[in-house]
């Protein structure tokens, strides 16, 4: 079973150095924070929305452990299945195994800092 970006390291440093990819990122960078300040001038109360969207920020990741029990019932009563690891390790082995027990043999992930973080297409490619 191995991910279809087993070459992504390689290929990101070739791309790396290419003229047109760095001006394509630049203008795309560019663009979002551009963006951004326009947003902010066309939005009366931004900083109060700042203020208040800070706030939930802050309230949910103070109550998370509730948050997830509620998120974990409502897959469940939807039929799907919730998977808390305690570390990465446990993680990888959960959805190796998973992936195993259903003879899985091309696996797609999205973009993802956590599967990133925790190894997962490396453990995958090596299964």
């Known amino acids: 079973m191995k991910p279809l970006t087993v070459n992504f390291r390689s290929k990101a440093a070739q791309t790396i150095g290419d003229e047109q990819v760095q001006n394509s990122l630049e203008h795309v960078y560019t663009g979002f924070y551009q963006g951004r300040i326009n947003a902010a001038s066309d939005t009366p109360n931004w900083e109060e929305l700042r203020t208040k969207g800070k706030a939930i920020k802050d309230h949910t990741i103070a109550h998370l452990d509730h948050y997830l029990d509620m998120f974990s019932e409502k897959v469940e009563q939807s039929g799907g299945t919730v998977f808390f690891a305690d570390n990465a390790e446990e993680a990888r082995q959960y959805i190796t195994e998973l992936a195993k027990d259903r003879d899985i043999e091309t696996v797609i992930k999205s973009k ?15 299964s």
């Open 112 to 126: 993802s800092m956590v599967s990133e973080e925790m190894s997962l297409a490396e453990n995958m490619n090596d």
